[in-house]
T-cell receptor
């Protein structure tokens, strides 16, 4: 069974600064997908960024980028130029290539301080 | 982007009654829909996976007879909480996927259920 671990329950960052959220996972599969989801106070789950395991290049979406280390099974999220609207719960998630299901980590609560 | 709606957004019901939550994919055909439950300050817990036209697959520990799931069309899935009890109070979230569940999941806005 796959597991996803987010070791930082809470983090804070000053507005305009950069923050990195950690995520590690455990799997015996070689092909899979990794995601970071954001859940703001509205509780709507929003996809932030997605990474296919077979791609060596780290995914980037505007201010959001990942550091994907397949051998280490690590998938961290870097948020640059943090904005107040980035305040939310962030969930790391795993989806095996042969599976329909997402496995979520416990989440990291990020607070952006003005 | 793909849009998934849920209705109602909030519902309060009395203990012993049943309540139905709808999940709709508005601009795409959802081959697979997922139902999650989220307790306060916790992660999402998958309850069941449903494919259009077939029976839902429930996760271990989820009562099939209590949480009835119907996925009758490619744009609609329903979750019915039967004989609700206060411990069923929670935030329920659905998601929908277009290609046999291996595509990106698009999440609904969630439904807050309170059982009094």
């Amino acid at each position: 069974a796959q597991t996803v671990t987010q070791s930082q329950p809470e983090m804070s960052v000053q507005e305009a600064e950069t923050v990195t959220l950690s995520c590690t996972y455990d799997t015996s599969e070689n092909n899979y997908y990794l995601f970071w989801y954001k859940q703001p106070p509205s509780r709507q789950m929003i996809l932030v960024i997605r990474q296919e395991a077979y791609k060596q290049q780290n995914a980037t979406e505007n201010r959001f980028s990942v550091n994907f280390q397949k051998a280490a099974k690590s998938f961290s999220l870097k948020i640059s130029d943090s904005q107040l609207g980035d305040t939310a719960m962030y969930f790391c998630a795993f989806n095996g290539a042969g599976s329909y299901q997402l496995t979520f980590g416990k989440g990291t609560k990020l607070s952006v301080i003005p | 982007g793909a849009v998934v709606s849920q209705h109602p957004s909030r519902v309060i019901c009395k203990s012993g009654t049943s309540v139905k939550i709808e999940c709709r994919s508005l601009d795409f055909q959802a081959t697979t829909m997922f139902w999650y439950r989220q307790f306060p300050k916790q992660s999402l817990m998958l309850m069941a996976t449903s494919n259009e036209g077939s029976k839902a697959t429930y996760e271990q520990g989820v009562e099939k007879d209590k949480f009835l799931i119907n996925h009758a069309s490619l744009t609609l899935s329903t979750l019915t909480v039967t004989s609700a009890h206060p411990e069923d109070s929670s935030f329920y979230i659905c998601s929908a996927s277009g290609r046999s569940g291996q595509d990106e999941q698009y999440f609904g806005p969630g439904t807050r259920l309170t059982v009094t």
